[in-house]
């Protein structure tokens, strides 16, 4: 099957690390190859053989990083190699460096997977919405993970996302205690998940404690470079604690009501004397509804927006 093809190769090119070993079995229908799988189980050998140099400049890993770009989701294992065998060499701050460099290349390469799954795997949708579980499907699955990579689903769509240990393994203890921070609460996410078709997989109390982690995060690392990025799902996190979610309300449907657990939630962080922003947001939120006898708000929005939350 010429679609699967372009997974396949991983299957077949992991098995270099130890050919003696692999009992992974290929399905004669999906063995068309559109890359050249003897070259890259070449190189992952010759990479695999590598001793870590004295020094090693971040030129060179980028460069190394550029060179298998085009390759996709396909890179993502072999730059893992690369530099796996470089840490021995970096200061953090380069380690740093790194990281950054490899969460671009997996962040493109996730997008442009996702971007084109449907149209290059039609038959492996078909059977994955079919619920059918065959060795193609297996092979599949197997392929990605292989990749640091699973499939999921959010509002009835496929895309593909990092498993939760994959990076945090890789990094762990190598770079800045920033980094090293930023990881942790990464992985905390990719295992916890948030929402999907309209709910959260997670409780408000567990949602508040995510919210707080970020702006702690970012309060201590004020120059970390992906704060911006924790910044958007901060507002967006501490916007649904006050707002909810369609699936996931705050309010009673027909009673407008406050449900009790946010109002214990509400009364518990209203109590606190701490100089967050969100406790603040909290508070006065808290205030307004005391005051509308904890029912829905009318201007709901605009409060957001003088929150700074829309």
Do not use: H, W
């Not at 924790?230 to 909810?244: A, E, I, Q, V």
């Amino acid at each position: 099957m010429k679609n699967l093809s372009f997974l396949v190769v991983l299957l077949a090119l992991f098995s270099c690390q130890n050919a003696t070993e692999s009992t992974t079995t290929i399905p004669d229908s999906v063995l068309v190859a559109n890359l050249n799988a003897e070259q890259i189980e070449q190189k992952l050998f010759e990479i695999e053989k590598l001793q870590p140099a004295e020094k090693v400049s971040l030129a060179y890993i980028k460069a190394q990083i550029t060179n298998y770009e085009p390759l996709g989701i396909i890179a993502i294992p072999i730059v893992e190699k690369i530099i796996t065998k470089q840490f021995s060499a970096l200061t953090v701050e380069e380690a740093d460096s790194v990281y950054k460099l490899f969460d671009y290349l997996i962040t493109d390469a996730t997008f442009e997977f996702t971007d084109g799954i449907y149209n290059k795997y039609p038959i492996i949708i078909e059977k994955l919405d079919s619920n059918k579980d065959d060795k193609e499907v297996k092979a599949f699955k197997q392929s990605l993970a292989l990749c640091g990579l699973s499939l999921q689903m959010v509002e009835g769509s496929y895309y593909v996302d990092l498993l939760p240990d994959y990076i945090f393994n890789i990094f762990k203890g190598k770079g800045t205690k920033a980094l090293n921070e930023y990881l942790l609460i990464q992985q905390l996410e990719l295992k916890e998940g948030y929402a999907e078709d309209g709910g959260m997989y997670i409780s408000f109390d567990d949602l508040y404690k995510r919210i707080v982690l970020y702006e702690d995060f970012m309060a201590k690392f004020p120059d970390f470079y992906l704060n911006s990025d924790l910044t958007f799902r901060y507002t967006g996190y501490l916007s649904t604690l006050l707002t909810g979610m369609y699936n996931t309300p705050v309010f009673d449907y027909e009673s407008l009501e406050l449900l009790p657990e946010l109002k214990v939630l509400y009364e518990k962080v209203s109590a606190n004397t701490d100089s967050r922003n969100s406790t603040k947001i909290i508070k006065e939120y808290y205030l307004l509804l005391s005051k509308n006898s904890f029912k829905q708000l009318e201007n709901t929005d605009d409060f957001l927006k003088t929150s700074g939350l829309m």
